[in-house]
C-alpha cells in the first residue's frame, strides 16, 4: 500500500521528496546498468576477441531502440504527473490503457522489423567483419525478445507518472540477477558465447516483465484499469505529443552515438588497431553508463516532480527543484569526472585482459570524462522543461547539440587522429556545454513568463 503523501510533490521539502523520488531510480538504473555491463564483463572472460565487439555493437542498436521508447514513456509519465498534480486522477486509467495498446502495436511492428532486416543493421554500424556474424545474432535474439524488453519500460514509466519509483527498482533487481545467472550458465557453461548473453537479456526481462504484472494486481493503486480503457483514447495523442518529440530527441542522440560507433569502427591504421578500437569503445561505453547514472536518475525524476507542481501551478518550487537538481548532480558528477580521467585503465581491466583494448577504452574515458559534470546541469534543465510540456524545445535543443557539435568534431578527429580515441570522447562534454548555453537562454525568458502566468512574487521557503 503506498503512501498518498510520497507520492505528493507539491507540498513538503523539496530535497527530502526529490532525494527519496530520486534514489531508487538511481538504484535501477544501477542495476540496469549492471544487467547490461555483465554481457560485455562475462563474454569479455569467456568468448572469443570478437565477441566484445559483436556485443558493443548490438547492444548499441538494442539500445538505441529501448532509448527512443522510453522517450515516448515519458509522454506517459509527464501527463499521468500532471493530472495528478490537477488532482484529476480519474484520467489516469485511459492513459495507460491507451498506452499499453500503443506500445504492443509498436513492439509487433518491431518485432518483425529486426527479424528481417538484422544484417543491415549490422552493416550500418559497420561491425568489423571478424564479428559480423555474431553482431547480426545478438540482434535478431533480442529483437525476436524485444516486446518484453518494452513491457518492463512502459510499466515502469507509469509507476514513475504516479510517484513511485521503488517498485521499478525492485523489478530491475529481479531482471539484474537472473540476467547474471543466466549469462554464467548459457556462456561460461554451456559456452553459448553471443546467443548466450543475448538469450540471457531477453528471459530476465521477460521474468521481470511477469513480476511486475503480478505485483500490480496486489498492490492498491491510484487509478483503475478497465478493459473499456484499453483503446487508443484521446488521451493518446495527448502523451504522444508530449512524448514523441523527446522520442525523437533520443533517437537522434543514439543515432550520434551509432555514428560515432561506426566512426570507432573504421578508425586505426591496422586490422588489430580497428578491433582494439572497436572493443575498447564498448567497453568504456559500459563504464560511462555507470557515469552518467546520476544524471539520467535527475532528468527522470525532475521530470515527474516539476509535472506535479505545473499542474499544481507551483512554479517557484518547480524552479527550486531544478537548482537542487543541478548541485545534487554536479557535486557527485566531480568524483565520476575524476574516475574515469584517472582510472579508466584500471576500470577496463575489470572487463578484459587484453592490454591494448583497455588502452582504447583508457583514450575514450579521458576525453569524456567531464560529461559527468556538465550532463547533471543539461539534464536537470531538460527534466524541467519536460515537466512544462516544452518538449519540443526539448528536441530543437538536442538536435543542435548532436549535429552542429558532437559529430562534425568526431568525425573530424576520426579522420585526422584515426589511433586516438581521446578526441572522439571529448566531443560528447564539448556538445553538453553547447547545450547548457541554449537551456539558459531560454530559461531566462521562459522562467519570467511562468512566474509571471502563476502570479507567485516570492520564493517559497
Not at 564483463?41 to 566484445?52: H, N, P, R, Y
Not at 545467472?181 to 531477453?202: I, K, M
Not at 554536479?330 to 576500470?347: C, K, N, P, S, V
Amino acid at each position: 500500500m503506498m503512501k498518498k503523501d510520497s507520492m505528493d510533490f507539491t507540498t513538503g521539502s523539496i530535497f527530502q521528496k526529490l532525494i527519496g523520488f530520486m534514489m531508487p531510480i538511481l538504484g535501477a538504473l544501477i542495476l540496469q546498468t549492471m544487467y547490461g555491463a555483465v554481457d560485455i564483463l562475462v563474454v569479455g572472460w569467456f568468448g572469443s576477441e570478437e565477441s566484445i565487439s559483436a556485443v558493443s555493437t548490438g547492444s548499441s542498436m538494442i539500445n538505441m531502440i529501448v532509448f527512443v521508447l522510453n522517450g515516448l514513456a515519458m509522454g506517459v509519465t509527464v501527463l499521468m504527473g500532471r493530472y495528478i498534480g490537477e488532482h484529476n486522477e480519474k484520467r489516469l486509467g485511459r492513459v495507460i490503457g491507451g498506452a499499453i495498446v500503443s506500445f504492443l502495436m509498436i513492439a509487433a511492428v518491431l518485432t518483425v522489423a529486426i527479424l528481417c532486416f538484422a544484417p543491415g543493421l549490422a552493416g550500418m554500424m559497420q561491425a568489423p567483419q571478424a564479428a559480423m556474424e555474431k553482431t547480426i545474432t545478438y540482434i535478431r535474439i533480442c529483437g525476436g525478445g524485444i516486446v518484453f524488453i518494452i513491457g518492463y519500460n512502459l510499466v515502469s514509466s507509469i509507476f514513475r507518472g504516479i510517484g513511485n519509483s521503488k517498485l521499478p527498482l525492485l523489478f530491475v533487481g529481479i531482471a539484474c540477477l537472473i540476467n547474471v545467472f543466466a549469462d554464467l550458465l548459457f556462456v561460461a557453461v554451456l559456452r553459448w558465447d553471443v546467443a548466450g548473453a543475448a538469450s540471457a537479456t531477453v528471459m530476465a526481462q521477460a521474468f521481470s516483465l511477469l513480476m511486475s504484472l503480478v505485483v500490480t494486481r496486489k498492490i492498491s493503486l491510484p487509478f483503475h484499469l478497465s478493459r473499456a480503457d484499453l483503446c487508443l483514447s484521446g488521451e493518446v495523442k495527448k502523451f504522444l505529443m508530449l512524448g514523441l518529440p523527446i522520442a525523437f530527441q533520443e533517437l537522434l542522440t543514439q543515432f550520434s552515438f551509432m555514428c560515432l560507433l561506426a566512426f570507432v569502427n573504421g578508425m586505426g591504421s591496422t586490422e588489430a588497431i580497428r578491433l582494439a578500437s572497436s572493443s575498447g569503445y564498448g567497453i568504456a561505453n559500459k563504464i560511462v553508463a555507470i557515469v552518467m547514472l546520476v544524471p539520467s536518475a535527475l532528468m527522470q525524476s525532475m521530470s515527474s516532480f516539476i509535472a506535479q507542481n505545473v499542474g499544481a501551478g507551483k512554479e517557484r518550487r518547480a524552479q527550486k527543484a531544478m537548482g537542487y537538481g543541478m548541485v545534487i548532480g554536479g557535486g557527485i558528477g566531480i568524483a565520476m569526472t575524476a574516475a574515469a580521467f584517472f582510472g579508466g585503465q584500471l576500470l577496463a581491466s575489470i572487463f578484459t585482459n587484453q592490454v591494448l583494448f583497455q588502452v582504447k577504452a583508457a583514450e575514450y574515458l579521458q576525453g569524456f570524462s567531464l560529461e559527468a559534470i556538465v550532463t547533471s546541469i543539461l539534464f536537470s534543465f531538460i527534466g524541467y522543461y519536460n515537466g512544462h510540456n516544452k518538449t519540443f524545445f526539448v528536441m530543437f535543443q538536442g538536435m543542435a547539440q548532436s549535429f552542429l557539435v558532437r559529430l562534425p568534431m568526431a568525425y573530424v578527429m576520426s579522420v585526422r587522429m584515426p589511433d586516438s580515441l581521446v578526441y572522439i570522447g571529448a566531443a560528447a562534454p564539448t556538445a553538453t556545454v553547447f547545450g547548457i548555453l541554449i537551456n539558459l537562454i531560454y530559461f531566462l525568458s521562459f522562467s519570467r513568463k511562468e512566474l509571471e502566468r502563476t502570479g507567485e512574487q516570492k520564493i517559497e521557503p
